[in-house]
């Protein structure tokens, strides 16, 4: 059983502040930047390939899902455990997608709140997996096994 709320008989609420985080990390990006120069630029490249992985992370994660695929942290009735893919390296590939993204965001922009607000997002996926999991692990008896050898939210970072 979690600590964590369930915001709603599918999480909802959840979903409600993930919208609210990410339309404040993009706008964020817009403020201006923070620094300039030569490290402006080597971070507008960082932050556009962490961009790009990001996407690519977060949209490999939705086709792998196919027709398990919901915004809400609670499982689609009828849906299958996804273990292959991008799902037999990381639990949460769509959440880890967004949290890179957005890094790659602040970094791209030069945007020392669009940053911050990256790791709140990140601290935000962590308690919100967490509470999924709980409903994961109701849901489907080989979960835990899952969740034993499977990283959490980005494949390559522990």
Do not use: N
């Amino acid at each position: 059983m979690s600590h964590l709320p369930a915001l709603g008989p599918r999480g909802e609420g959840w979903v409600a502040i993930q919208v609210v985080l990410l339309v404040a990390i993009a706008a964020a990006g817009l403020l201006g930047p923070a620094w300039s120069g030569a490290v402006r630029v080597v971070s507008s490249v960082v932050g556009l390939g962490l961009v790009i992985a990001g996407l690519v992370l977060a949209v490999r994660g939705m086709v792998d899902l196919r027709d398990a695929l919901t915004p809400l942290p609670y499982p689609r009735d009828g849906a299958e455990l996804v273990e292959t893919g991008v799902y037999a390296r990381a639990r949460h590939p769509i959440y880890g997608g967004l949290i890179v993204g957005a890094f790659g965001w602040g970094c791209l922009t030069a945007s020392v709140v669009a940053l911050g607000l990256a790791v709140a997002l990140l601290a935000f996926f962590e308690a919100k997996s967490r509470r999924e999991e709980v409903w994961l692990v109701e849901r489907f008896a080989g979960y835990p096994a899952y969740r034993a050898r499977t990283r959490r939210l980005i494949p390559w970072i522990g």
